[in-house]
């Protein structure tokens, strides 16, 4: 992937919705500068908040205060800091409470999570980002320590990997136009790494990711077409990268993924969820 492709003009249902007149671009930056904190994040300094979301600090000075004033953030004067608030985290809760297809696939994430004793995971995406929205540990020692709710990268994960695979050329070029304009010097490894994906799964069935996103975790991934026209989900196997490699991983855990997979979509048809 030496060089850059240009991506195809996008059709009306792939088109940015932020270049729609509906789209209110104050109620985005806020939920932005909220998406700034990560699940190690306690407390964020005024700049660090404008780091991350690239937006001007008198942005951030007028967003912090609004939030703050609704009770999403907590407010340190002494220090300038602010802190997520409970009120967000009963937002999530309120989600995840009404999320039926959580309850309908964690008997089978469980019994997966037993069989390769390691981390199951199921996952949405969300803008260039998957997050966790089931997560089953074993009983092992060595275990990834992730939850519900982590957000993780799209490109560099087996999880972003599985859903790409799995969707359909309009929503691949959508998030292939997104993931560039985000960093655009990333973007051909991360496009590389979204190609060799496509091979992985045309080959196997399933992703990889080996010490692609961290150093000692190294996980593989299916997604899972519900079929009725709603973006897939992703199905995952992580773990330590020293543990999870060859003949184990790729003969044992890799058809026992598929074939969860499988059954995880089976139940949600049955059970007729809706979202």
Not at 11 to 40: H, K
Not at 50 to 74: D, E, H, I, K, M
Not at 113 to 141: K, P
Request: hydrophobic fraction near 40%; include cysteine; charged fraction near 20%.
């Amino acid at each position: 992937m030496g060089r850059q492709r240009q991506l195809a003009s996008p059709t009306p249902d792939e088109a940015d919705p932020a270049q729609d007149r509906r789209f209110v671009t104050a109620l985005a930056r806020g939920l932005a500068l909220l998406r700034c904190f990560g699940p190690t994040d306690r407390w964020l300094a005024h700049q660090e908040l404008a780091r991350r979301s690239g937006l001007p600090q008198a942005t951030v000075s007028r967003l912090t205060f609004t939030l703050t004033s609704l009770g999403y953030l907590r407010h340190r004067a002494g220090t300038g800091e602010y802190a997520l608030s409970p009120a967000v985290l009963s937002l999530g809760f309120s989600v995840l409470s009404n999320f039926e297809v959580g309850r309908l696939a964690r008997p089978f994430m469980e019994t997966l999570a037993e069989h390769t004793q390691a981390a199951i995971s199921l996952g949405v995406r969300h803008g260039t980002s998957m997050v966790y929205v089931a997560h089953c540990r074993s009983t092992a020692r060595l275990i990834l320590g992730l939850d519900v709710g982590t957000r993780l990268p799209f490109a560099e994960t087996a999880m972003g990997r599985a859903m790409w695979c799995a969707s359909t050329p309009g929503m691949r070029a959508l998030i292939a136009r997104r993931l560039q304009a985000e960093d655009p010097t990333r973007w051909p490894e991360r496009e590389a790494g979204l190609r060799r994906a496509e091979a992985d799964h045309a080959a196997q069935g399933y992703v990889v990711s080996a010490s692609e996103w961290e150093q000692d975790i190294a996980a593989i991934g299916v997604g899972l077409d519900l079929g009725d026209g709603r973006e897939p989900l992703s199905l995952t196997v992580g773990g330590p990268a020293a543990r999870l490699k060859g003949a184990l991983l790729h003969e044992d855990f890799a058809p026992a993924l598929v074939r969860t997979g499988r059954q995880i979509v089976a139940a949600i048809q049955a059970g007729g969820w809706e979202d």
